[in-house]
């Protein structure tokens, strides 16, 4: 079993930015790909970036060249690091493991039933 824990959310003006880590405990991620979501109260989750245990990347279009996606498995530790932000990139934002497929060099969960894993969600407020 994968607990994972977010930090870093908060509030920040447009144009701003943030990064937010996700840790993992109870065992490694290392071999699993990693995803952050979002979601809007009543919207259903979105994916915003993905990487899997060898550094392959998923970004949604709306995050291409603001966002950046890392890991670092000697800490257990995703990162998603949020620049230029604007106000519509307002959303609680959630850390997702998928657990039943490791060691995969591509990403094709795109959807939030694909992960097993999932964290409690950080908000990120920007405002204008």
């Known amino acids: 079993q994968v607990q994972l824990v977010e930090s870093g959310g908060g509030m920040v003006q447009a144009g701003g930015s943030l990064r937010l880590d996700c840790a993992a405990s109870?065992?490694?991620?290392?071999?699993?790909?990693v995803a952050w979501f979002r979601q809007a109260p009543g919207k259903a989750r979105e994916l915003v970036a993905a990487?899997?245990?060898?550094?392959?990347?998923y970004y949604a279009d709306s995050v291409k060249g603001r966002f950046t996606i890392s890991r670092e498995n000697a800490k257990n530790t995703v990162y998603l690091q949020m620049n230029s932000l604007k106000p519509e990139d307002t959303d609680v934002y959630y850390c997702?493991?998928?657990?039943?497929?490791?060691?995969?060099?591509?990403?094709?969960?795109?959807?939030?039933?694909?992960?097993?894993?999932w964290g409690q969600g950080t908000q990120v407020t920007v405002s204008s």
């Open positions: 997702a493991a998928d657990g039943s497929h490791p060691w995969v060099n591509a990403i094709v969960g795109v959807t939030a039933a694909a992960y097993n894993y």
């Open positions: 109870g065992r490694t991620f290392s071999p699993y790909v």
């Open positions: 990487i899997t245990w060898s550094g392959n990347t």
